[in-house]
């Protein structure tokens, strides 16, 4: 492999020419060079966000909207596919980087009509020219939104083991607990771009394989190798990382982390969300209050309300303010249930049908005559999405319903895959209580605490409101 690439440190810049060297020796020499070890300052609870967790391009960093560039793009791409023939490959070419460009705003807004429009721009694109590649990764990762898995993998079947086939598939066998084959994918994007999205795959997968040490690295990786302009990846990259950390306890440095996302590219929903989330789990009532309503106020209805209205109401919950609670969760099941409806039926209604949100919610509200439903909802989605959350929920609608031994197993299957999550554990521990099984269960409380040595009642209340790690 012969690699000619540009390192950062601090605010130097080295170029590093490396012939024969696999992607991780590249790497780690380029940091060498850089005088930083790659688990130095990801793996110190105290360190502060100094250099790699600061944004180093800030001077250079545009002003305005998060949006306005990809608006620019949107406009420049409409205007030049009017321009060209109709049915041409030239034609085919505006429409397909439209379609990206469109993708790239669903993914920033979290508004599901961009997601429409990216799919139907890659569609007329491919009326023209059916192989056209750009567009294809477009449905595929469309599909990938609305968790049809098995389309997405099979439109990046078509893209010849492509970098855009190679994320697909990681992120899909992610999803569907295929670690071995996700971490394969993972590794051939590294190898293949070297690029801080590449890093970041790798780091989530990493995750869900348990492999701390190995989460860490990837993750300094890709800050070592962010460019400058890229903000939407450079603030998921940190958000991702301060998810790591809460879920070890470290809620300071996630603090910090999410808070620096918000410096790259304020009113970034998932940091926002993930704010909420540990202010709710500190007791700061107020504070994750301020930070739901950022999210509501930034645009229209986004794929993420749901969520802020489940985090509403767990907030009102605590504070005991049971009706308004309960006015939460009938809207957020309304809409949840809207787009469930939508993703079965008209596929011009282009619903996302996430049922595991919509079975927590009748969970989590904790009414009796909810249960089978989640239980139904569970048993459906577990046949095409068997990661560790998928199967702890599943267990949960088990455990809700009596059917002890099946929820043993399904949490069962869940920590096999590796996973270190404290309230998975935390689950595991509940249902072999209800086993009587005493031993077992207190393993299962101690193995909690090693994983996230601040696991609590709180946590728990602020469980399953958080927005990375493939959540």
């Known amino acids: 492999m012969n690699t000619l690439k540009v390192f950062r440190s601090g605010r130097r810049r080295w170029l590093v020419a490396l012939a024969g060297l696999s992607v991780t020796s590249a790497v780690l020499m380029a940091t060498q060079v850089s005088g930083r070890s790659p688990l130095l300052?990801?793996?110190?609870?105290?360190?502060?966000?100094?250099a790699p967790y600061r944004y180093p391009f800030r001077d250079a960093a545009p002003r305005g909207s998060s949006t306005a560039r990809i608006e620019q793009e949107i406009a420049h791409y409409q205007q030049r596919v009017q321009q060209m023939p109709a049915q041409s490959l030239a034609q085919a070419l505006e429409q397909s980087a439209l379609a990206l460009s469109y993708l790239?705003?669903?993914?920033?807004?979290?508004?599901?009509?961009?997601?429409?429009?990216?799919?139907?721009?890659?569609?007329?694109?491919?009326?023209?020219?059916?192989?056209?590649?750009?567009?294809?990764?477009?449905?595929?990762?469309?599909?990938?939104?609305?968790?049809d898995f098995a389309q997405a993998l099979s439109l990046a079947e078509q893209l010849s083991g492509s970098k855009e086939a190679?994320?697909?598939?990681?992120?899909?066998?992610?999803?569907?607990?295929?670690?071995?084959?996700?971490?394969?994918?993972?590794?051939?994007l590294v190898d293949q771009t070297l690029s801080p999205m590449a890093f970041t795959q790798q780091a989530l997968?990493?995750?869900?394989?348990?492999?701390?040490?190995?989460?860490?690295?990837?993750?300094?990786?890709?800050?070592?190798l962010e460019e400058v302009g890229d903000l939407s990846s450079s603030a998921r990259t940190r958000t991702l990382l301060g998810r790591f950390h809460y879920e070890r306890?470290?809620?300071?440095?996630?603090?910090?982390?999410?808070?620096?996302?918000?410096?790259?590219?304020?009113?970034?929903?998932?940091?926002?969300?993930?704010?909420?989330?540990?202010?709710?789990?500190?007791?700061?009532?107020?504070?994750?209050?301020?930070?739901?309503?950022?999210?509501?106020?930034?645009?229209?209805?986004?794929?993420y309300e749901p969520l802020v209205l489940r985090g509403l109401a767990r907030l009102k919950q605590q504070?005991?303010?049971?009706?308004?609670?309960?006015?939460?969760?009938?809207?957020?099941?309304?809409?949840?249930?809207?787009?469930?409806?939508?993703?079965?039926?008209?596929?011009?209604?282009?619903?996302?049908?996430?049922?595991?949100?919509?079975?927590?919610?009748?969970?989590?509200?904790?009414r009796a005559e909810d249960r089978p439903e989640?239980?139904?909802?569970m048993a459906a989605e577990v046949q095409r999405r068997r990661d560790a959350e998928t199967l702890d929920t599943y267990a949960w609608a088990l455990a809700a319903t009596g059917r002890w031994q099946e929820a043993q197993q399904a949490v069962q299957a869940a920590i096999a895959l590796g996973t270190r999550d404290a309230g998975l554990c935390d689950r595991a521990a509940s249902i072999e209580e209800a086993l009587g099984n005493s031993a077992q269960?207190?393993?299962?409380?101690?193995?909690?605490?090693?994983?996230?040595?601040?696991?609590?009642?709180?946590?728990?209340?602020?469980?399953?409101?958080?927005?990375?790690?493939?959540?």
């Open 374 to 377: 989640a239980l139904a909802l």
């Open 319 to 366: 504070q005991n303010q049971l009706a308004a609670a309960e006015a939460y969760w009938a809207t957020a099941e309304l809409q949840l249930r809207q787009t469930l409806a939508d993703s079965q039926g008209d596929a011009a209604a282009f619903g996302f049908g996430h049922q595991r949100d919509l079975a927590r919610l009748l969970l989590e509200r904790g």
């Open 441 to 471: 269960a207190a393993n299962y409380r101690q193995q909690a605490l090693e994983i996230d040595p601040q696991f609590d009642q709180s946590a728990r209340n602020a469980s399953g409101l958080g927005a990375g790690l493939g959540s």
């Open 166 to 188: 190679l994320g697909i598939q990681a992120t899909v066998h992610l999803a569907t607990g295929n670690l071995a084959a996700a971490a394969g994918a993972s590794d051939r």
């Open 104 to 147: 790239k705003m669903a993914r920033l807004t979290g508004q599901g009509h961009w997601y429409l429009l990216a799919n139907q721009a890659a569609e007329a694109a491919r009326g023209a020219v059916p192989d056209q590649p750009e567009a294809i990764a477009v449905l595929a990762r469309v599909a990938e939104a609305q968790h």
């Open 249 to 303: 306890g470290q809620l300071d440095l996630a603090h910090d982390l999410y808070q620096e996302s918000l410096r790259i590219l304020p009113g970034y929903r998932p940091a926002l969300l993930n704010l909420a989330q540990l202010e709710l789990r500190r007791g700061r009532d107020r504070s994750a209050g301020k930070y739901y309503a950022q999210v509501q106020a930034s645009s229209a209805a986004t794929l």
């Open 41 to 50: 300052a990801l793996g110190d609870r105290s360190s502060s966000l100094e």
């Open 205 to 224: 997968v990493r995750a869900a394989q348990g492999n701390d040490a190995g989460v860490l690295e990837s993750f300094q990786y890709a800050l070592e």
